[in-house]
């Protein structure tokens, strides 16, 4: 229930809310492996996923994500605030982990399992003020915000893994560390409120809660992969608009490949 909460209170502040991105959450590599040698991937249109068990409990994971949105994601027009997605972002990140999991039952339909990684990525966007003062007459490099970052990360995870249906359920903590922040000149305006919000994104390492529910439907070996994950700062800054830059929301689709049985018929 708290997290439906937290994806319905964030989903509301992100159709509402002016949309200036510098921080897009990576989508949440949820594999849900069962035994050794199992590995499993994920292809997406901005997502590359993948996750192998090199023991009967110890795993390793890694994830690319890329970010290159443009109109299709809002309406050319003066006023901004109309866009469900800030249309101008742009980047990417890489993270690699190494976890513990285990399967439990007779036929290991549940799962549990617990990753530790760390990342690297950035992004940059224009100012919502391009589209009050520079739209289609301005330099668009005046106008640009620059994010760089590092992030660690824990994430435990429970999941029902099926044949046909797979259900899990993750609760990721991610400690991002933002810097190389930079501002166009003529980003923000003559808003200094704004601006010093920016540039205190990366005063000290932020905490971000992840939750996320990952579901997949197919059979086996190949299966449709779609999640949906909430994004929370939890210290940010009084006073300040940091989500005005923090992407909350993510709906992530995919296809999801499991070819453990496949690699043991190789072996034989």
């Not at 200036?20 to 492996?33: D, G, I, K």
């Not at 809002?74 to 982990?97: I, L, Q, S, Y």
């Not at 799962?111 to 990342?119: E, I, N, P, S, T």
């Not at 919502?128 to 590092?150: I, K, V, W």
Request: net charge positive.
């Amino acid at each position: 229930m708290r997290f439906l909460k937290l994806l319905a209170v964030s989903t509301a502040l992100f159709l509402t809310a002016c949309h200036t991105t510098v921080y897009v959450p990576q989508a949440v590599n949820a594999p849900a492996l069962k035994e050794k040698h199992e590995f499993k991937g994920n292809v997406g249109p901005n997502n590359l996923q993948a996750a192998f068990a090199v023991s009967d409990n110890i795993a390793i994971m890694a994830s690319g994500q890329y970010v290159y949105r443009n109109a299709f994601y809002g309406n050319e027009r003066g006023d901004n605030d109309d866009d469900v997605f800030d249309r101008n972002v742009r980047g990417g990140a890489f993270e690699g982990g190494v976890g513990y999991f285990k399967a439990f039952g007779n036929k290991k339909r549940a799962v549990f399992d617990v990753y530790g990684g760390f990342g690297t990525g950035g992004f940059h966007t224009l100012d919502e003020s391009y589209y009050d003062y520079g739209n289609g007459t301005a330099n668009t490099a005046d106008y640009q915000l620059r994010s760089r970052f590092t992030r660690g990360f824990i994430q435990p995870s429970f999941g029902i893994v099926h044949p046909v249906v797979e259900a899990i359920f993750s609760t990721r903590f991610s400690v991002v560390n933002f810097y190389g922040l930079t501002a166009g000149n003529l980003a923000r305006g003559a808003d200094s409120t704004h601006t010093s919000s920016f540039y205190q994104i990366g005063n000290r390492p932020r905490l971000f809660y992840e939750p996320a529910i990952t579901f997949r439907v197919g059979y086996k070996y190949v299966k449709f992969q779609m999640q949906v994950a909430a994004a929370a700062c939890l210290n940010a800054s009084p006073g300040t608009y940091f989500s005005d830059y923090f992407q909350p929301v993510n709906l992530n689709l995919g296809a999801s490949i499991n070819i453990a049985k496949w690699y043991d018929s190789f072996k034989h």
